[in-house]
């Protein structure tokens, strides 16, 4: 069966260290690979897309790499804040699906 | 401001009643989605609509219904049928209905039952 795992628990990080979600899947081939910011009581807010062919994308201090011969993407946040802590949701679209799946979110802390 | 408007923000349903929950957006996207979110867990997709006047079944239709008679509005109901409606619903437009379309989302609508 068709399956997207994100970190299974909560990650907690310091200040200005760098933070690493995962987003693993299996029986997709997704064409395209989303990251979103979702904060409590909120929509998402898109943050990134990358596709098969890329094997990374930046955007300021973020970062989001696409290995599709090991069927996962790594979100990576740089010089992390407090104002980052939030849950970061991927979405997997394969090629003209015309919707997203959604994996169950990463919630990341970031402590002063 | 360009954006997504859900409405109402809090809902309550009494047993056997339906509800309609709002989604308006004025982005001049083709395409729209209705989705459900249960504490802790991602978006779960009840139905899309890529173009006016035609939408598919998500993958949780079952209890729901939805029109798409104007391009700026996908209204949700979730009727009687659905017996466990309690979750934050969230309404979402892309500029059109392909793969790789960023989904802009609205603040969604929390449906309880009294």
């Known amino acids: 069966s068709q399956k997207i795992e994100q970190n299974s628990e909560a990650l907690n990080i310091q200040e200005g260290k760098t933070a690493t979600l995962t987003c693993n899947y299996t029986?997709?081939?997704?064409?395209?690979l989303q990251w979103y910011r979702q904060d409590p009581g909120r929509g998402p807010v898109f943050l990134l897309l990358?596709?098969?062919?890329?094997k990374e994308k930046r955007k300021e201090r973020l970062k989001v790499t696409f290995d599709t011969t090991l069927k996962q993407s790594l979100f990576h946040v740089t010089a992390s804040q407090p104002a980052d802590s939030a849950t970061y949701l991927c979405?997997?679209?394969?090629?003209?699906?015309?919707?997203?799946?959604f994996g169950d979110g990463t919630t990341l802390t970031v402590k002063p | 401001d360009g954006g997504i408007t859900q409405s109402p923000k809090y809902l309550f349903r009494k047993e056997g009643q339906n509800v309609t929950l709002s989604c308006e957006q004025n982005?001049?996207?083709?395409?729209m989605y209705w989705y459900r979110q249960d504490p802790g867990q991602g978006l779960r997709l009840i139905y899309y609509?890529?173009?006016?006047?035609?939408?598919q079944k998500g993958d949780i239709a079952e209890g729901y219904s939805v029109s798409r008679e104007k391009k700026e509005s996908f209204p949700l109901t979730v009727t009687s049928a659905q017996k466990n409606p309690t979750a934050f619903y969230l309404c979402?437009?892309?500029?059109?209905?392909?793969?790789?379309?960023?989904?802009?989302f609205g603040d969604g609508t929390r449906l309880s039952i009294l």
């Open positions: 979402a437009s892309s500029v059109g209905g392909g793969s790789g379309q960023p989904q802009h």
């Open positions: 029986n997709y081939s997704p064409a395209y």
């Open positions: 990358i596709r098969e062919n890329e």
């Open positions: 979405a997997l679209d394969n090629t003209n699906a015309g919707k997203s799946t």
């Open positions: 982005l001049n996207h083709d395409a």
């Open positions: 609509s890529q173009i006016v006047n035609d939408f």
